[in-house]
């Protein structure tokens, strides 16, 4: 099931890069990285395509998924902090990127702080009320139900 949510999640999230030719260069390449499991690299391409295209919805999303399987890797709260920071970024761009609202409502839901994922995965299913993984999103809207 993760695997597939990271599928589509890479398809739609490309969907939001917009910006130059080079922004996407580095995406690719960051995607590559990430297929890799170089995290670091992957890292770096998005930060680079950040730069160039500052608007790169797409490259946030993807920047904030990077942060996260390294903090898978390392346990560290300052990577956690990053990968929030890339999402609120995504998501300060275009307010209605659900695929942003998704992965930002994870970081809180598996991280203990599920009140404060619920209302990411309310307004993500609002947005897109045919996503695939609907019925374990709402199971973890009931879980949150009276969570800080």
Same mark, same amino acid.
């Not at 999230?13 to 080079?22: I, M, V």
């Not at 991280?111 to 990411?120: C, I, L």
């Not at 947005?127 to 879980?143: D, G, T, V």
């Given at each position: 099931?993760?695997?597939? %949510?990271?599928?589509? @999640? @890479?398809?739609?999230?490309?969907?939001?890069?917009? =910006?130059?030719?080079?922004?996407?260069?580095?995406?690719?390449?960051?995607?590559?990285? $990430? *297929?890799?499991? #170089?995290?670091? *690299?992957?890292?770096?391409?998005?930060?680079?395509?950040?730069? /160039?295209?500052?608007?790169?919805?797409?490259?946030?999303?993807?920047? =904030?998924?990077?942060?996260?399987?390294?903090?898978?890797? /390392?346990?560290?709260? #300052?990577?956690?902090?990053?990968?929030?920071?890339? $999402?609120?970024?995504?998501?300060?761009?275009?307010?209605?990127?659900?695929?942003? @609202?998704?992965?930002? =409502?994870?970081?809180?839901?598996?991280?203990?702080?599920?009140?404060?994922?619920?209302?990411?995965?309310?307004?993500? /299913? #609002?947005?897109?009320? *045919?996503?695939? #993984?609907?019925?374990?999103?709402?199971? @973890? %809207?009931?879980?949150?139900? =009276?969570?800080?």
């Amino acid at each position: 099931m993760f695997k597939a %949510i990271l599928t589509i @999640m @890479m398809i739609l999230t490309l969907a939001g890069c917009g =910006g130059g030719d080079n922004a996407e260069k580095y995406v690719q390449q960051g995607l590559a990285h $990430f *297929q890799k499991q #170089e995290y670091d *690299q992957a890292i770096a391409s998005y930060e680079n395509a950040v730069k /160039l295209d500052p608007k790169a919805v797409g490259a946030y999303n993807l920047l =904030g998924m990077a942060y996260r399987f390294k903090n898978l890797q /390392l346990n560290n709260p #300052e990577l956690r902090a990053k990968e929030i920071a890339a $999402f609120e970024k995504a998501l300060e761009i275009d307010p209605k990127f659900w695929v942003a @609202m998704i992965n930002l =409502g994870s970081t809180y839901y598996y991280q203990g702080e599920k009140g404060k994922a619920a209302p990411w995965f309310k307004k993500a /299913l #609002e947005l897109n009320p *045919q996503h695939p #993984e609907k019925a374990q999103i709402e199971k @973890m %809207i009931a879980e949150s139900a =009276g969570k800080p």
